[in-house]
């Protein structure tokens, strides 16, 4: 529920996927949820921008759209690790 479904459906659409009619009604119709939904006080310490931009790059429905393993290793979220500095909070 979190990515929603429309992103879901243009992916089986693109590809030329049925879902079995028993599996699309229980997956049902869902509106992407925007991931600052999830930030709290406990947890804002630890989300930055590029924490964010790094998880909605991740987490993709479509295979070719999502980042490969040497394009996350080389997003700037982890450039603080490169460089050996504490990350910027929101």
Do not use: C
């Not at 709290?40 to 630890?46: A, D, G, I, V």
């Not at 998880?55 to 070719?64: G, I, M, N, R």
């Amino acid at each position: 529920k979190v990515l929603g479904t429309d992103g879901l459906y243009d992916y089986l659409n693109k590809y030329k996927i049925e879902l079995d009619p028993h599996l699309e009604a229980m997956v049902g119709r869902h509106s992407r949820k925007p991931w600052l939904k999830f930030v709290t006080t406990e947890n804002q310490h630890l989300v930055s921008h590029d924490a964010m931009d790094f998880l909605d790059k991740l987490l993709v429905y479509d295979h070719q759209m999502r980042l490969t393993a040497k394009e996350a290793m080389a997003h700037t979220y982890f450039d603080p690790v490169r460089s050996g500095y504490p990350v910027n909070p929101v």
